[in-house]
């Protein structure tokens, strides 16, 4: 592991990251808003549960991230399988792929799907390898995925698999938990970081009621618009996404 010398704490949380916001403030008043540039492109790999879980979890922040020149891959550990009502598994995973690809379109990233099925996720050895080839093949910079601690089992083993995969590629990538319906499904969530997202709300927005099958109106307002006004007021800003950095990462973007 790199030395965290001064000199590299102030280049993390410096312009050359162009991801300021993802410094190392532990403290909301280190919020500051994405916009510096980078003096490399850096690849960056958002792994969801399912459809809408990246986008929600910080679609504000892959917004961001895109625009300042940087890849997104956005990753579904599933298809949404079980999340239309009245729809077959395979009908279901038809039209929340379109979703994810339309909302992927909007933040400009590239959509990516694992074949888990949703719901019915499994931690074995095989879908551990799965995930650890798509990383160590992505080869990011940076990963963002669910803090294990959550409601939704899902969201619980895709956290797991990342980490695993982390653990195994040497912590080549630095390690973000990202949050989603905090209390309903994330739970025990102690944010390290907060991105000012105010700038690209709109286009956040967007890219969630992209995702028309899941009832996004009364689930945005009732969760996800109160979160990002919260961190938002944590952060002395208008809106923002919170998360959780893994203190092992390597610092690898200095
Ligand atoms: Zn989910």
Redesign the pocket.
């Known amino acids: 592991m790199k030395n965290m010398t001064r000199r590299n704490l102030l280049k993390m949380s410096g312009a050359s990251l162009g991801i300021v916001a993802l410094g190392l403030s532990p403290l909301p008043s280190g919020a500051k808003s994405l916009g510096g540039k980078s003096e490399r492109k850096l690849k960056i790999v958002v792994v969801?549960?399912?459809p809408?879980?990246p986008e929600t979890g910080c679609g504000g922040t892959m917004a961001l991230l895109a625009a300042d020149g940087h890849e997104v891959v956005s990753a579904y550990l599933t298809k949404?399988e079980a999340g239309i009502q009245g729809k077959s598994y395979a009908e279901a995973a038809q039209i929340r792929t379109n979703e994810a690809l339309e909302a992927c379109k909007i933040l400009n990233a590239r959509a990516a799907f694992f074949s888990q099925i949703d719901g019915s996720s499994e931690i074995t050895h095989d879908r551990y390898i799965e995930v650890y080839d798509f990383l160590k093949k992505e080869n990011p910079d940076v990963v963002f995925t669910?803090w294990p601690i959550d409601r939704?089992r899902?969201?619980r083993i895709c956290s797991i698999l990342v980490y695993d995969a982390w653990l195994k590629l040497n912590r080549e990538f630095d390690l973000y938990y990202f949050e989603?319906e905090s209390g309903g499904?994330t739970q025990n969530f102690p944010p390290t970081n907060f991105v000012d997202i105010s700038s690209v709300i709109e286009k956040k927005h967007a890219a969630c009621y992209s995702h028309v099958s899941q009832d996004m109106a009364s689930v945005y307002r009732d969760y996800h618009e109160a979160m990002e006004k919260f961190r938002g007021m944590q952060a002395n800003c208008k809106y923002a996404e919170a998360f959780i950095k893994h203190n092992h990462s390597k610092l690898k973007i200095v």
């Open positions: 969801g549960g399912h809408d879980d949404g669910h939704h899902d969201h989603v499904q």
